[in-house]
């Protein structure tokens, strides 16, 4: 399979690239500047339909149109840019994605939406726990807003072209290897710090086996996955977590000791995801 990959010198944008070689898939890569990761790439802007549309189209140099997209493109959190600028990016961005597609006939695409369109921070609790795609969206975040509108986006494109396999993967906070052992001590003398997001995160290597896995299911139509890793990024009991930030959110099922409050079930269920990395492995 031939994957254009946006967003491609990002976190999860190296980790898919190298996920997707090692499957034996072939990528060219756009974003804004290389990776040093290297790779075949050429300059584009999301935001530019006309770029995008060009990309898609087929650069001479690295053979024709693709037959699947990586959509990762985007500011890839809140509070990076003025509220207006993340919104008009990262909806425009993703639209542009989803519409050239659509006139290209490429049938399949996965992209980056979020969990923060579940309510993150969290100023209500959740209405039980551990959340799974069936909670209510909650966009608290203009960031969060632009990732609820990809996704409905997602679903209409999806039912205006009924052969597009559309994926949205709910990518948990993302971490690299190398990040855990600056980010993950701290926080746990101060589980406050991470409440807003459950204390939940992802490797990057998984989000790249993730974004591997839903290229290659093909299924047509839409779905959204939650991505995050089994365990969450404390080293207390998930149970006494949620006792004292979310004492009145019921638990619905059996909760491991360490479990994450986020659920990759339906992931696990249709994709086949497993996620293998964690910050006790690189802190051991």
């Given amino acids: 399979m031939y994957v254009a990959v946006t967003g491609s010198s990002g976190k999860i944008g190296r980790a898919a690239i190298k996920a997707l070689a090692a499957a034996g898939h072939k990528t060219v890569n756009f974003d804004l500047k290389p990776s040093a990761d290297g790779g075949r790439f050429v300059p584009v802007q999301c935001a530019d339909f006309g770029e995008v549309l060009g990309a898609l189209s087929g650069i001479d140099t690295h053979g024709g149109a693709p037959d699947a ?23 425009q961005s993703t639209y542009n994605v989803f519409s050239a597609c659509a006139r290209l006939g490429i049938k399949r695409i996965v992209w980056a939406s979020s969990e923060t369109i579940l309510g993150l921070p969290f100023a209500s609790p959740p209405d039980f726990a551990p959340l ?40 948990s906070n993302v971490y690299e290897p190398h990040d855990y052992a600056v980010i993950v001590p701290p926080l746990h003398k101060q589980p406050k ?39 969450t990024i404390m080293d207390r009991p998930t149970r006494e977590l949620l ?20 659920s990759s079930q339906k992931a696990g269920g249709l994709l086949g995801y497993a996620p293998k990395h964690g910050w006790r492995e690189n802190l051991a």
């Fill in 69 to 91: 997209v990586l959509h990762l493109a985007g500011i890839p959190a809140p509070g990076l840019a003025p509220d207006h600028v993340i919104f008009e990016n990262n909806t």
């Fill in 132 to 171: 799974d795609e069936t909670h209510p969206d909650r966009p608290e975040w203009s960031y969060s807003l632009s990732k609820h509108l990809g996704e409905a986006m997602a679903i209409q494109f999806s039912r205006w072209k009924p052969e597009m396999a559309i994926s949205s993967l709910r990518f």
């Fill in 193 to 231: 710090l991470r409440r807003g997001n459950l204390w939940a995160y992802v490797d990057a290597r998984d989000c790249g086996e993730a974004c591997r896995l839903a290229l290659e299911n093909g299924k047509p139509g839409h779905e959204a996955y939650i991505i995050a890793a089994a365990d």
């Fill in 243 to 262: 006792a004292e930030f979310f004492p009145n959110t019921p638990i619905r099922g059996d909760l491991g000791e360490f479990q994450s409050l986020l």
